[in-house]
Nanobody, 128 residues
Framework: QVQLVESGGGLVQAGDSLKVSCAAS????????MGWFRQAPGKEREFVGR????????DYTDSVKGRFTISRDNAKNTVTLQMNSLKPEDTAVYYC?????????????????????WGQGTQVTVSS
């Protein structure tokens, strides 16, 4: 069992940077693939990116490549999403998720149904 708690959301202006964090409690954090998703009002939950168990492999959705960076610290049971050059279309509730799967295909890691545990989400609002 893993409990996830996000923090760090807020209201920023376009072009600003923001870091959101996810703290995990429970055992074996390092055995989970960690993903970030977001959901804007009226839209489906969208894959943002994921980081492998050791942090050595990363995937991002095309719209955030070059702007967002995911990192993890297995000693501190945390995963962070650094967001730079934010745009109004990045406005959403951001969720971290933990998955125990071993299929690393893009179709698999980007499917929210593949993740076992979710945080409650943190709101990120980017004004123009």
């Amino acid at each position: 069992q893993v409990q996830l708690v996000e923090s760090g959301g807020g209201l920023v202006q376009a072009g600003d940077s923001l870091k959101v964090s996810c703290a995990a409690s429970g055992r074996a954090f390092s055995t989970y693939v960690m993903g970030w998703f977001r959901q804007a009002p009226g839209k489906e939950r969208e894959f943002v990116g994921r980081i492998s168990r050791t942090g050595g492999k990363l995937d991002y959705t095309d719209s955030v490549k070059g702007r967002f960076t995911i990192s993890r610290d297995n000693a501190k049971n945390t995963v962070t999403l650094q967001m730079n050059s934010l745009k109004p279309e990045d406005t959403a509730v951001y969720y971290c998720a933990a998955g125990s799967f071993t299929d690393y295909s893009r179709a698999y890691v980007s499917d929210p149904l593949r993740y076992d545990y979710w945080g409650q989400g943190t709101q990120v609002t980017v004004s123009s």
